[in-house]
């Protein structure tokens, strides 16, 4: 079990998983683990949101449960389903015997053996290590009516199914919920939650994340990485790159046996930190040696 018992080791035990936070995030995830409170973290899309839930889950040893929210996600399927294939066989099996006592069929065909657990009642199922995290990815992508359903088991950590009754959890799983922010998410569910906003890193923090992910990448080319990816950050871009495009685009320098960036390796690999093609065209010809001799520019020797 790992050390969790103030934030300076909080920050620790996430570090050791390759996970590299500020105070502030530090903070606010050792008070939802002391106080048992769901975490709603907001920020742009790549800032590490998500990977928070994997460093937590690995570094406490408890089962990860991801819901990965969509438009039109409802209830049943966050939930639960009824398997129904098998439920239509043993109704024909029933038949075929000649005997069946439907009162009984009915109470077999909606118990345990039939269900197919669901990411939200998964959650509430004790697991050999103690409660297990649960990740709500990209919250804001789903319908409000959703949301309200959430209330109930971010409030009481229960979820009712019509058939089988209320099923609670023992434990209340670790709750990280994310947005990237594409609209508002209701303040009575925010209410429920600690909240923090997850900010591009700085030069420092960014340069220690890069270290912990790519370790290969030598510190002249991690600074080069790093000092363009912020500069392009200032730039008017469609979708700014995030933290996961800087690791992204450092691991493939390194599989090109990259020393250094220049404009022509910028332009060959742009397809690493950008996802947007009306982005990539802002940077062909002399744009990119621009952004790279500002980003060099803003370099502090080491």
Known sequence: MQDFSSIDATQKMLGDQGYVCDRALGTVVFLALRLGRPLFL????????????????????????????????????????????????????AEASGGADKAALKTELFSDEYLIERPLLEAMRPGENGAPVLLIDELDRTDEPFEAFLLEALSDF??????????????????????????????????????????????????????????????????????????????????????????????CLLALDVITLSPEVIADTLGAILKYQDDIAKLHGSEAKRILDQAKATMEPV
């Open 42 to 93: 907001e920020g742009e899309a790549g800032v590490g949101k998500t990977e928070i839930a994997k460093a937590l889950a690995a570094a406490l040893g408890r089962k990860l449960i991801r819901l990965q929210c969509y438009e039109g996600l409802d209830a049943s399927t966050a939930v639960y389903e009824w398997n129904f294939p098998a439920q239509m066989m043993a109704i024909r099996t």
């Open 158 to 251: 229960q979820v009712t199914i019509p058939e089988l009754g209320t099923i609670k959890a023992p434990e209340p799983p670790i709750v990280i919920v994310t947005s990237n922010r594409t609209r508002e998410v209701h303040d009575a569910l925010k209410r429920r939650c600690l909240y923090h906003w997850v900010d591009y890193p700085n030069f420092e923090r960014e340069m220690e994340i890069l270290n912990a992910r790519a370790p290969e990448a030598t510190t002249a080319l991690s600074r080069e990485v790093v000092a363009f990816v912020q500069k392009l950050r200032t730039e008017d871009l469609f979708k700014k790159p995030g933290v996961a495009e800087t690791i992204d685009w450092a691991k």
